[in-house]
């Protein structure tokens, strides 16, 4: 079994809205927990709106968690201020962004976007083109020495994004957190982009948090899957697992909404449709109850917990995986 790379426990965002004398609050993540392995790709997949991106950002750092924990090398840094402690967190937990236009500096080359962070961390600084190189063989951009001089509008999409990848690689960390990477790219190069991450998480025996809407990309190169809405994790576990027979009817849904050529094109989903986005201080009772064809009467005032109905598959759902409480009510 895989030892820990990185440990979320209980991890909650909210955003305050609202004028200074009503004040409210968006509840963008709560009490998410999971961990990321070395060597696996954990798949964190849902709506637009329902979380994913701000989970991506507060492992980044990029946003300070309301509360919770984000535990890396035995000690919790969701907060820490300490320089050091930062940095090294910062170097060791990496993001690729959804953009591999916005994310590039126009007007400064392919190498000094990998020089940068090489620099700012002290690596390889003897021997820095040698490793800027590297970086680029690395993520399949050759020659490197040509590729090195371009400037990013000199590249494809799916280039820039290598970039990107490679630019994070050059730090050597050991966790990536790629928020929605190939959403952005041509159809017909997503593939190589979702292959690299799957020969990385090998050979360097990197742990992925690999954010995405399409299920499809997921079951492609995901080994764990954590099925994300309204900012709660409603179900996890092993993707084949999990996508194979889900549990949770949002899960279901998403699997009803894949395009299948050998489903009857006019099928009714009988999940009724809304929106996945958090909720301004939501009451009591499963967040997914308006729109659950199973939905039962304590669904509207008992939060589910998340509960492991099956091994290594969780669910927050009270009919399908009834925790000991909520089994005797039923």
């Given at each position: 079994m895989s030892t820990t790379t990185l440990e979320v426990e209980a991890l909650t965002k909210h955003f305050p809205v609202g004028t200074a004398l009503i004040r409210s609050r968006v509840h963008a993540v709560d009490d998410?927990?999971?961990?990321?392995?070395?060597?696996?790709?954990?798949?964190?997949?849902?709506?637009?709106?329902?979380?994913?991106?701000?989970?991506?950002?507060?492992?980044?750092?990029?946003?300070?968690?309301?509360?919770?924990?984000?535990?890396?090398?035995g000690k919790d840094l969701a907060r820490t201020r300490r320089r050091r402690e930062l940095l090294r967190y910062r170097a060791n937990v990496q993001m690729i962004?959804?953009?591999?236009?916005?994310?590039?500096?126009?007007a400064k080359?392919?190498?000094?976007?990998?020089?940068?962070?090489?620099?700012?961390?002290?690596?390889?600084?003897?021997r820095i083109d040698d490793r800027v190189h590297e970086l680029l063989d690395t993520v399949g951009l050759v020659p490197p020495e040509r590729v090195a001089a371009k400037y990013p509008h000199e590249l494809s999409?799916?280039?820039?994004?290598?970039?990107?990848?490679?630019?994070?690689?050059?730090?050597?960390?050991?966790?990536?957190?790629?928020?929605?990477?190939?959403?952005?790219?041509?159809?017909?190069?997503?593939?190589?982009i979702l292959n690299l991450m799957l020969e990385l998480k090998e050979k360097q025996d990197l742990a992925f948090l690999y954010v995405t809407h399409d299920l499809a990309s997921a079951r492609?190169?995901?080994?764990d899957i954590l099925v994300m809405y309204a900012g709660q994790i409603v179900e996890q576990g092993p993707a084949d697992q999990v996508l194979a027979e889900p549990l949770h009817p949002y899960t279901q849904l998403l699997l009803a909404s894949v395009p299948d050529p050998s489903r009857d094109g006019h099928e009714e989903i009988e999940v009724r449709k809304g929106?996945?986005?958090?909720?301004?201080?939501?009451?009591?009772?499963?967040?997914?109850?308006?729109?659950?064809?199973?939905?039962v009467e304590v669904c509207r005032r008992v939060t589910?917990?998340?509960?492991?109905?099956?091994?290594?598959?969780?669910?927050?759902?009270?009919?399908?995986?009834?925790?000991?409480?909520?089994?005797?009510?039923?």
């Open positions: 998410v927990s999971f961990a990321l392995r070395p060597g696996t790709i954990t798949a964190l997949v849902g709506e637009s709106g329902s979380g994913k991106s701000t989970v991506a950002r507060l492992l980044a750092r990029l946003y300070q968690p309301t509360s919770g924990r984000v535990v890396f090398d962004f959804q953009d591999p236009f916005g994310s590039l500096n126009p080359t392919v190498r000094h976007h990998l020089v940068r962070p090489l620099r700012i961390h002290g690596l390889h600084t003897d999409g799916g280039q820039r994004q290598r970039v990107a990848i490679a630019r994070a690689l050059a730090v050597e960390p050991q966790v990536i957190v790629a928020d929605e990477p190939i959403s952005m790219l041509d159809v017909s190069i997503r593939i190589g492609y190169v995901a080994d929106l996945a986005a958090a909720a301004v201080d939501p009451p009591d009772g499963c967040r997914f109850v308006g729109r659950c064809p199973i939905s589910p917990p998340l509960v492991e109905a099956r091994p290594q598959q969780s669910a927050r759902c009270h009919v399908n995986a009834p925790s000991p409480a909520i089994r005797e009510e039923l």
